[in-house]
């Protein structure tokens, strides 16, 4: 999964005119993997020796390094296109 966000995230980024393009699929990868930890626990397919206080754990630490990625990017966002400050665009 590594990977392949670092494949596509690299090529959007130098296809969308966004500095941070990264957050996007950062938070999609979160969201799936959340969604499928919790769907294998409420279906049952969960081992004995598995507790879904580890699946919460993980949620919980992954989305506050996601919401200091959302505040990251609303901030690179804003001041930014392509690398390029918003004042220098339109001389």
Known sequence: MFIS???WGSKEGTDLPIYDVGF???????LVHNLISE??????????YEGIQVVHYTAIIWGMLLLIHFVI???VKR???NG???TD???
Do not use: C, K, P, Q
């Not at 769907?39 to 004995?48: E, L, Q, T």
């Open 39 to 48: 769907a294998w626990f409420v279906f049952g397919f969960n081992s004995v």
């Open 5 to 7: 966000g670092l494949y």
């Open 84 to 86: 390029l400050d918003r």
């Open 24 to 30: 996007r699929f950062h938070f999609a990868t979160y």
């Open 79 to 81: 001041n930014s296109i």
């Open 73 to 75: 990017y609303m901030r």
């Open 89 to 91: 665009l339109f001389e």
